[in-house]
């Protein structure tokens, strides 16, 4: 008879190659992302950051402009919904790419956003997409443009 000690060495050893353990090792960054709960487009957001590989947890928040306030997020640059993500802010629509290529390039930045709600951006998808960019900023505000994104 097998001990159970024995067996769940065998289970550890048998589940290291598993998909499931194999999935869990592939998540993307955590991402925190504050949101009202009636912001239909915020949640679009989020599936696409989810189905790019970043595990996200959504905040539903009575009022964002309390967490725009605190993470810095510059007036002009803000947006429906703020993230949080490795010690960066993501403010508004900002491409699931752009946020692999900052967590990658780890700039002395505070974060990135994508002002308004640009039509064409993640979780604002329109047949007629706009041009937009994703601003990056510092504590004094805007400081240069990070990507820019074509119809």
């Known amino acids: 008879m097998i001990k159970r000690r024995e067996f769940l060495t065998l289970l550890t050893v048998a589940l290291a190659g598993s998909p499931l353990i194999a999935c869990a090792e592939k998540a993307g960054p955590a991402v925190q992302v504050y949101k009202s709960a009636t912001c239909g487009c915020c949640s679009k957001w989020v599936e696409h950051l989810r189905a790019a590989g970043f ?54 930045i505070m974060g990135i956003a994508v002002p308004g709600m640009p039509m064409g951006s993640p979780g604002m998808e329109s047949p007629n997409p706009q041009y937009f960019e994703t601003i990056a900023f510092n504590s004094a505000g805007p400081a240069a443009v990070f990507a820019v994104h074509k119809p």
Request: one cysteine or more; hydrophobic letters at 35%.
């Open 55 to 108: 595990t996200v947890e959504a905040t539903n928040v009575a009022d964002i402009n309390l967490y725009k306030q605190k993470h810095g997020v510059p007036p002009q640059l803000a947006s429906c919904h703020t993230a949080l993500v490795d010690g960066y802010v993501i403010e508004g629509h900002v491409p699931a790419d752009d946020v692999i290529k900052l967590l990658r390039e780890r700039p002395e």
